[in-house]
T-cell receptor, first 114, second 116 residues
């Protein structure tokens, strides 16, 4: 089955700096890669996703890049703000097929220091 | 409804007792998933329902765990003879069927299960 590795497990940055979280996946057939943000005590929420037919996607201060050959994808947050502090999870799945199960990474605790 | 609803939000049970957790997905979402999140850990897949297809039970950790779903509506996750290692937040999510659009899940708020 799919295996998703996520690094780093913790990340601390100063407000205004950029943050990068990296994930690798094992199943070359995976074609859908979402990122979820989970604030303390709250439910995970989708913040951005990318499909394997594109290499990069941006949404304001958030961007995701995908390298299918290397089987890795990354989340980039620019101009970080204290409210970006949360746990971020990457995931991978065979989206579009009969099996839509997501395999999640173990999460990255991002702390943005004011 | 507007979101995925889970009940109860918190459940404390004695070791050895059975518990039943409920999930009410977003109307129109044919796919429903259960995940388990232990304290400070990632999301562990348990089971996946898609329409009337046979569920994917590959993530259930033991035969003490079972889940049902009636059609495309409510699902219940049952844990029999609970053990302390079952303590976790159980998250339910729903999504549109593959190919119907954005593949993102919408998660419920979870049920925090504590086995004492």
């Amino acid at each position: 089955g799919e295996n998703v590795e996520q690094h780093p497990s913790t990340l601390s940055v100063q407000e205004g700096d950029s943050a990068v979280i990296k994930c690798t996946y094992s199943d070359s057939a995976s074609n859908y890669f979402p990122w979820y943000k989970q604030e303390l005590g709250k439910r995970p929420q989708l913040i951005i996703d990318i499909r394997s037919n594109v290499g990069e996607k941006k949404d304001q201060r958030i961007a995701v890049t995908l390298n299918k050959t290397a089987k890795h994808f990354s989340l980039h947050i620019t101009e970080t703000q204290p409210e970006d502090s949360a746990v971020y999870f990457c995931a991978a799945s065979l989206g579009g097929g009969s099996n839509y199960k997501l395999t999640f990474g173990k999460g990255t605790l991002l702390t943005v220091n004011p | 409804g507007a979101g995925v609803s889970q009940s109860p939000s918190n459940k404390v049970t004695e070791k050895g007792k059975d518990v039943e957790l409920r999930c009410d997905p977003i109307s129109g979402h044919t796919a429903l998933y259960w995940y388990r999140q232990r304290l400070g850990q990632g999301l562990e897949f348990l089971i996946y329902f898609q329409g009337n297809s046979a569920p994917d039970k590959s993530g259930l950790p033991s035969d003490r765990f079972s889940a049902e779903r009636t059609g495309e509506s409510v699902s219940t996750l049952t844990i029999q003879r609970t053990q302390q290692e079952d303590s976790a937040v159980y998250l339910c999510a729903s999504s549109l069927a593959p190919g119907q659009g954005a593949g993102g899940y919408t998660f419920g708020s979870g049920t925090r299960l504590t086995v004492v």
